[in-house]
């Protein structure tokens, strides 16, 4: 089965906001073997095959390396219709963002995994997502050697809502800030 993103960050597109992309994922026996992530702007083509890495424009890639909290740069998203939902993010947002180097709000799901991949970013967490938000993005981290997790599972799904994502030592670090927080 085939899951498309065809405009992801539709708002900051609208905007004139860059920060948007096309994101493309197959699914077989419920696990994805194959994803894009495209952001037509910046012409960054991410690309990763179950098994076979991670690549931004034909260049393989990995996730950072960072170690504290207080050197990473994060990314999060605050859901548009966050008014609805029961986990806002907000205080996870004041909370972690006085913790670390820096945070950024995009609005992108799948680019900002694409860039917590590459190394742009040290971690991402988001509330609310939708399969089409992260299943190309999962594929890309795990392939450029992070970890995904959905906030109060041990294991990952894109059928679930809430994910956390970073390289292998951040990831434990930004998982206990999210725990301590929920």
């Known amino acids: 089965r085939w899951i498309i993103d065809p405009l992801d ?10 920060y948007f992309c096309v994101s493309i ?20 083509f991410f690309e990763a095959q179950k098994g076979h890495g991670a690549t931004l424009n034909g260049k393989r890639i990995h996730v950072s390396k960072c170690q504290h909290v207080e050197d990473a740069l994060f990314a999060t998203g605050i859901p548009y219709n966050r008014a609805k ?9 004041y909370r972690i963002g006085k913790r670390c180097l820096c ?3 995009c ?11 590459m190394g742009r970013f040290d971690g991402y967490w ?12 999962a594929l890309l981290l795990t392939e450029a050697g992070g ?11 894109i059928y679930r809502k809430h994910v956390i994502a ?11 800030l999210i725990d301590h927080t929920a």
Not at 85 to 93: A, P, R
Not at 126 to 137: H, R, S
């Open 9 to 18: 960050g539709t708002h900051s597109y609208i905007h004139g906001f860059h």
């Open 25 to 44: 994922a197959l699914e077989k026996d419920r696990e994805i073997i194959y994803g894009l992530v495209y952001a037509p702007f910046y012409n960054e």
């Open 85 to 93: 939902l029961k986990q806002d993010n907000l205080k996870h947002f």
């Open 103 to 105: 945070l950024r709000r």
């Open 107 to 117: 609005g992108s799901a799948a680019l900002d995994m694409a860039y917590v991949a």
């Open 126 to 137: 988001e509330f609310g997502l939708n399969p089409w938000d992260v299943a190309a993005g």
């Open 147 to 157: 970890k995904i997790c959905n906030i109060g599972h041990r294991d990952y799904s």
């Open 166 to 176: 970073a390289g292998p030592v951040m990831f434990s670090k930004l998982k206990r």
